[in-house]
């Protein structure tokens, strides 16, 4: 079984620096306001296709 390396860290103390703490967040951030927008554009579009879809099969009964 492999060594778990998280726990020395835990263990010895030893923390992280703060300018990467604020680096992970801008990070997290970032990919978190990405997915947003991406979802605002494409995920509309796909609701707008599957209604148009839905009633041309009606229409057509």
Same mark, same amino acid.
């Given at each position: ?18 300018? $990467?703490?604020?680096?992970? !967040?801008?990070?997290?951030? /970032? %990919?978190?306001? @990405? ?6 554009? $494409?995920?509309?579009?796909? !609701?707008?296709?599957?209604? /148009? %879809?839905?009633? @041309? ?5």
């Amino acid at each position: 079984m492999s060594k778990n390396n998280f726990k020395d860290i835990e263990e010895d103390g030893r923390k992280a620096p703060e300018i $990467l703490k604020t680096m992970v !967040v801008s990070e997290v951030d /970032f %990919i978190r306001n @990405t997915m947003q927008i991406v979802s605002m554009f $494409l995920g509309e579009s796909f !609701v707008a296709a599957g209604k /148009f %879809i839905q009633g @041309t099969s009606s229409e057509e009964k």
